[in-house]
Nanobody
Framework: QVQLVESGGGLVQAGGSLRLSCAVS????????MAWFRQAPGKEREFVLG????????DITASARGRFTISRDNAKRTMYLQMTSLKPEDTAVYYC???????????????WGQGTQVTVSS
């Protein structure tokens, strides 16, 4: 069983920054990719960006390009999301996820954390 716990969310003004963390525990199988998703009220959960075991960025959604950075520390079993120049449209619950298999964009292919709220005020 894999457990993921996100932290670092909160309320920030537009233009500000936040750093989210995701701690992984439990039994994971070998090397695994991870990702951050987000879900705004009334919208579907969307892929934001992902990272391979070796630290390469898998993909990044267009709206986050140039503002969000993903990283991980495998020794600490922790993944990070550095968000800068935040906009009100970034407001959402942010979820970290461990990839199991298959498409990186299919939400069924992940283990999930409980999510952390990020609210950006204008």
């Amino acid at each position: 069983q894999v457990q993921l716990v996100e932290s670092g969310g909160g309320l920030v003004q537009a233009g500000g920054s936040l750093r989210l963390s995701c701690a992984v525990s439990g039994r994971t199988s070998g090397t695994y990719a991870m990702a951050w998703f987000r879900q705004a009220p009334g919208k579907e959960r969307e892929f934001v960006l992902g990272i391979t075991w070796s630290g390469a960025t898998i993909d990044i959604t267009a709206s986050a390009r140039g503002r969000f950075t993903i990283s991980r520390d495998n020794a600490k079993r922790t993944m990070y999301l550095q968000m800068t120049s935040l906009k009100p449209e970034d407001t959402a619950v942010y979820y970290c996820a461990v990839h199991r298999s298959g498409s990186y964009y299919n939400t069924e292919n992940y283990y999930w954390g409980q999510g952390t709220q990020v609210t950006v005020s204008s």
